[in-house]
């Protein structure tokens, strides 16, 4: 079984920072690409940041400059360094990966729980 596991979630004050991770688990064999989504309330899942296999990042245009996803390719983690935070960047964070499991032949997207972050004075 595959778990994706989310931490790094909280409460911080307008121009303040967070460093939100996620680690996958399980019998995984390969891990393609993986994201960052977030979830207002009462707005849709939207997608934060991208980064493949390769490095290669892409970004939302509403964080462009202010966040930076990275990969800890080695433990099968990603973060999202977030910075000078707005009070519309609270959400529910998600990360989801495409991964291959051990002893199959396609890979599939996981998705974590979620992370509450919370922007407010």
């Known amino acids: 079984q595959v778990q994706l596991v989310e931490s790094g979630g909280g409460l911080v004050q307008p121009g303040g920072s967070l460093r939100l991770s996620c680690a996958a688990s399980?019998?995984?064999?390969?891990?393609?690409?993986m994201r960052w989504y977030r979830q207002a309330p009462g707005k849709q899942r939207d997608m934060v940041a991208t980064?493949?296999?390769?490095?290669?990042?892409n970004y939302a245009e509403s964080v462009k400059g202010r966040f930076t996803i990275s990969r800890d390719f080695a433990n099968n983690a990603v973060y999202l360094q977030m910075d000078s935070l707005k009070p519309e960047d609270t959400a529910v964070y998600y990360c989801?990966?495409?991964?291959?499991?051990?002893?199959?032949?396609?890979?599939?997207?996981?998705w974590g729980k979620g992370t509450l972050v919370t922007v407010s004075s």
């Open positions: 989801n990966a495409d991964l291959l499991v051990s002893g199959r032949i396609s890979a599939t997207r996981y």
């Open positions: 399980g019998s995984i064999f390969s891990i393609y690409a």
């Open positions: 980064i493949t296999s390769s490095g290669s990042t």
